[in-house]
T-cell receptor
């Protein structure tokens, strides 16, 4: 089984809809991250969490919110989706800030 | 100026060729450096960390030049399976990593 899983893997939704992307990990890491990837822009950090009680904004948090339900679970919500949130979304985990991040398989989100 | 900059490519090379990518970073206080590999529509995966003394893993060699603030990745004897996007990653502010936009490599037979 994969160490980091994301659901759904693909989602098409309409402008204005609320949508939640979920991430689970079995690596036992405290640190979890949400990124979005757009062509030519690389990965950009949306939110990150260093433990269950710690949530931090990344560079592009506007329009997004997160919830850290447990050490193993970190969900990303789009309260009112808009077309420019169409992107590939990745969840990642790490043991600390200086070593490898492990990524989930990604969620391809399309907002019409 | 972007915090981490890479030549987007694509680099089109024949099998067996040697190819090198560079990446520059803006924060001289950066402490950790990595190369990740990303296959089309897949998640990034760590290829190798980059140490101050340089490091080698099989056909791959990574080097760090702190004075000029760049890291490099050298791939020798390129294989078709090396075709991917290579992401330069830098820990710039202690708490999180900053990813470059990636360099596309296409190895052709």
């Amino acid at each position: 089984d994969a160490d980091v899983t994301q659901t759904p893997r693909n989602r098409i939704t309409k402008t204005g809809k609320r949508i939640m992307l979920e991430c689970s990990q079995t690596k036992g890491h405290d640190r979890m991250y949400w990124y979005r990837q757009d062509p030519g822009l690389g990965l950009r950090l949306i939110y990150y969490s260093f433990d269950v009680k710690d949530i931090n904004k990344g560079e592009i948090s506007d329009g997004y919110s997160v919830s850290r339900q447990a050490q193993a679970k970190f969900s990303l919500s789009l309260e009112s989706a808009i077309p420019n949130q169409t992107a590939l979304y990745f969840c990642a985990t790490s043991e600390d800030s200086y070593n490898e991040q492990f990524f989930g398989p990604g969620t391809r989100l399309t907002v019409l | 100026r972007k915090e981490v900059e890479q030549d987007p490519g694509p680099f089109n090379v024949p099998e067996g060729a040697t190819v090198a990518f560079n990446c520059t970073y803006s924060n001289s206080a950066s402490q950790s450096f990595f190369w990740y590999r990303q296959d089309c529509r897949k998640e990034p995966k760590l290829l190798m960390s980059v140490y101050s003394s340089g490091n080698e893993d099989g056909r791959f060699t990574a080097q760090l030049n702190r004075a000029s603030q760049y890291i490099s990745l050298l791939i020798r004897d390129s294989k078709l399976s090396d075709s991917a996007t290579y992401l330069c990653v830098v820990n710039m502010r202690g708490n999180k990593l900053v990813f470059g936009a990636g360099t596309i490599l296409r190895v052709k037979s």
